[in-house]
């Protein structure tokens, strides 16, 4: 995971509680994800960022909202948790070839 | 149906044998392919991608694409008991909202016996 960082590794929330996901990477990439896995399916994108200070929605964005405060840094928000947002979730950076792809190690979260 | 389709598997192969792993996808104008290993608690990794019809070798692995028959498949020769993971299929499909969005499958489980 050398050049995308994710904090927390693990967090438990209960219905109703906030919390943000941060994510960075020091590649100088453009462009960044964030992805969430559930068990026994693939990734499915929630925002990504093409470039700094552009946002977009991706396949799953209710309940999300993300800011990309700068190039290295892309943090995604959940105002209001439910249980169904309880997954693993992926941050990733992709560089000028979409052969240059990092993902981070990951936040473990658990809704209750 | 769904976008990228893999067999979930679980796949089991011996050690020293070859393990292939099949991926479809719908978009028929889809350009780019790609392949990752997951190990269990651990994230993504890229280990293979083509974009042009025929095969791609790398080591032991080697990326086949066909794109008449929308399938890619990961050919892993002399498997080896670390090769045990989940390998997951993702396309760049030309009808995703950007140039760089990525559509994954579900992955494949993959089992190397000793």
């Known amino acids: 995971n050398a050049g995308v960082t994710q904090t927390p590794k693990f967090q438990v929330l209960k219905t109703g509680q906030s919390m943000t996901l941060q994510c960075a990477q020091d590649?100088?990439?453009?462009?960044m994800y964030w992805y969430r896995q559930d068990p026994g399916m693939g990734l499915r994108l929630i925002y990504y960022?093409?470039?700094?200070?552009?946002?977009d929605k991706g396949e799953v964005p209710n309940g999300y909202n993300v800011s990309r405060l700068n190039k290295r840094e892309f943090s995604l928000r959940l105002e209001s948790a439910a249980p169904s947002q309880t997954s693993v979730y992926f941050c990733a950076s992709i560089g000028t070839g979409l052969y240059e792809q990092y993902f981070g190690p990951g936040t473990r979260l658990t809704v209750t | 149906q769904k976008e990228v389709e893999q067999n979930s598997g679980p796949l089991s192969v011996p050690e020293g044998a070859i393990a292939s792993l099949n991926c479809t996808y719908s978009?028929?104008?889809?350009?780019?392919f790609f392949w990752y290993r997951q190990y269990s608690g651990k994230s993504p990794e890229l280990i293979m991608f083509i974009y042009s019809n025929g095969d791609k070798e790398d080591g032991r692995f080697t990326a086949q694409l066909n794109k008449a028959s929308q399938y890619v498949s990961l050919l892993i020769r002399d498997s080896q008991p670390s090769d045990s993971a989940t390998y997951l299929c993702?396309?760049?499909?030309?009808?995703?909202?950007?140039?760089?969005?990525?559509?994954f499958g579900s992955g494949t489980q993959l089992t190397v016996l000793p």
């Open positions: 978009d028929r104008g889809s350009q780019s």
């Open positions: 960022s093409a470039s700094e200070g552009t946002t």
């Open positions: 993702a396309v760049n499909m030309r009808s995703s909202g950007s140039a760089r969005q990525l559509t």
């Open positions: 590649m100088n990439h453009n462009s």
